[in-house]
């Protein structure tokens, strides 16, 4: 009987060193796992302060490029609004010396209607007084200015002016 305490005794020690073992072993990937934690926190954390300078780095550039766009946009406007000016001002510039033109020229006729009605006036009082010839010369004299009211206000003087 001696024997059997002692292998029991044996293996009762052997189950606790066994236990041993396992504690200290469990106690140890605890360890590992706990320096790990803050470890890969740590990296983590370092990740994330990289990516948000990034992201404050990338910020002030965005910033920029759409202010340059925004820039660019309004400067284009600008100038096509000032080409629609330009275009207006030149129309109207046009517009004011065709009138201009028009009204010279009408001016220029008006002036060469008096002239032609002075020298029909003229002619008609050169004519004889009373003669059929001389109405037919009026007449012919009015219808060669082709204005017609130089050829009615003609015609009708010279059929005054042969009458008295």
Known sequence: MGAFPAAVIAAFYFSVALWYVVVVVVVAAAATAAAAVPAAVAAVAAEAEAGARRAAAAVP?????????????AEAGARRAAAAVAAEIA?????????????????????????????????????????KTDTKSCFTVTVWHSIDEICLHSFERCKLDNIH
């Open 61 to 73: 550039a965005a910033v920029a490029a759409a202010a340059a766009e925004a820039a660019a946009t």
């Open 91 to 131: 129309t109207v510039v046009k517009e004011e010396e065709e009138e201009e033109e028009e009204e010279e020229e009408e001016e220029e006729e008006e002036e060469e209607e008096e002239e032609e009605e002075e020298e029909a006036t003229a002619v008609l009082r050169r004519s004889s007084g009373g003669s």
